[in-house]
């Protein structure tokens, strides 16, 4: 049974941090690129950073470069871990961020249709 859950939000004041963990299970997500993205309320679902199965090559969306990092652990054989470490954070970071992957090969990418898997989300609140 594939697993996607998604953990660490909260609330935080503006220019604080915050750091997404996601743990994947089910199946060998070593293989797979891994992708956050976020939704905030009235607005549709965007790409905010992607990375692929080795952890060599990442893609950020604009307005988080520079402020994000993403990162995995392929360490553990049934559960994987990805990272979003969120520095400097504003208030239009808001939302419900979702961790994906992505089951084809290729470059890590922004393209929410290409992801196979996706959690439930959490929550992110960054107050002024």
């Known amino acids: 049974q594939v697993q996607v859950v998604e953990s660490g939000g909260g609330l935080v004041q503006a220019g604080g941090s915050l750091r997404l963990s996601c743990a994947a299970s089910?199946?060998?997500?070593?293989?797979?690129?891994m992708g956050w993205f976020r939704q905030a309320p009235g607005k549709e679902r965007e790409f905010v950073a992607a990375?692929?199965?080795?952890?060599?090559?990442?893609?950020?969306?604009d307005s988080v470069e520079g402020r994000f990092t993403i990162s995995r652990d392929n360490a553990k054989n049934t559960v994987y871990l990805v990272y979003l470490e969120m520095n400097s954070l504003k208030p239009e970071d808001t939302a419900v961020y979702y961790c994906a992957a992505r089951g084809s090969r290729g470059p890590p990418s922004r393209d929410i249709s290409e992801y196979d898997y996706w959690g439930q989300g959490t929550q992110v609140t960054v107050s002024s």
């Open positions: 990375i692929s199965w080795s952890g060599s090559s990442t893609y950020y969306t």
């Open positions: 089910g199946r060998s997500f070593n293989t797979y690129v």
